[in-house]
């Protein structure tokens, strides 16, 4: 036997209500929505501008990076130079006096005062190339360390946080 189910009947009123609350619920919860990713798409473009801003930043320290190294590399050529210049004179100088020595004790002794003036030239232009060298590293890493400091720090906040 097939059972028969007791339909109940809703009021007009009462589904129509049900569905006007039902709209406005689901229109309320679209705007919200809406509203949200309006407000995270105006975080994330201020991000953008923001990243874009870091970039140049970051493109100017290298330019400015590179700069500093170029000019010292031409402060290191020119000390190089001049050592070498004066080495040179030396060794002419010395060759000068060797062929115009007297005797063996004198070629000893005007070789042996070349080579220690030699050392000793070599020595202290080495040192001083050394430091320059340094120097220059610094200088030139000096704005790329910035921003990357900079770059770190901003990075490291949350960007798109509520």
Same mark, same amino acid.
């Given at each position: 036997?097939?059972?028969? /189910?007791?339909?109940?009947?809703?009021?007009?009123?009462?589904?129509?209500? /049900?569905?006007?609350?039902?709209?406005?619920?689901?229109?309320?919860?679209?705007?919200?929505?809406?509203?949200? /990713?309006?407000?995270?798409?105006?975080?994330?473009?201020?991000?953008?501008?923001?990243?874009?801003?870091l970039g140049k930043g970051n493109l100017d320290?290298?330019?400015?990076?590179?700069?500093?190294?170029?000019?010292?590399?031409?402060?290191?050529?020119?000390?190089?130079?001049?050592?070498?210049?004066?080495?040179?004179?030396?060794?002419?100088?010395?060759?000068?006096?060797?062929?115009?020595?007297?005797?063996?004790?004198?070629?000893?002794?005007?070789?042996?005062?070349?080579?220690?003036?030699?050392?000793?030239?070599?020595?202290?232009?080495?040192?001083?190339?050394?430091?320059?060298?340094?120097?220059?590293?610094?200088?030139?890493?000096?704005?790329?360390?910035?921003?990357?400091?900079?770059?770190?720090?901003?990075?490291?906040?949350?960007?798109?946080?509520?």
């Amino acid at each position: 036997m097939a059972t028969r /189910t007791k339909k109940t009947f809703v009021p007009a009123e009462t589904v129509a209500a /049900t569905a006007e609350a039902a709209t406005q619920a689901a229109t309320q919860q679209y705007e919200k929505a809406v509203a949200a /990713t309006r407000e995270q798409a105006a975080k994330a473009s201020a991000l953008l501008e923001d990243l874009a801003v870091l970039g140049k930043g970051n493109l100017d320290a290298v330019v400015q990076s590179n700069t500093l190294f170029a000019k010292g590399l031409e402060e290191i050529s020119r000390e190089f130079m001049t050592y070498a210049q004066a080495s040179l004179e030396t060794a002419a100088s010395a060759t000068k006096a060797l062929f115009q020595a007297k005797t063996l004790q004198d070629v000893i002794a005007l070789n042996n005062e070349y080579a220690k003036t030699s050392l000793d030239t070599f020595l202290a232009n080495s040192t001083k190339l050394s430091d320059l060298g340094v120097k220059v590293a610094n200088e030139a890493l000096e704005p790329i360390n910035a921003r990357v400091n900079l770059t770190i720090e901003k990075l490291s906040k949350p960007a798109l946080a509520a």
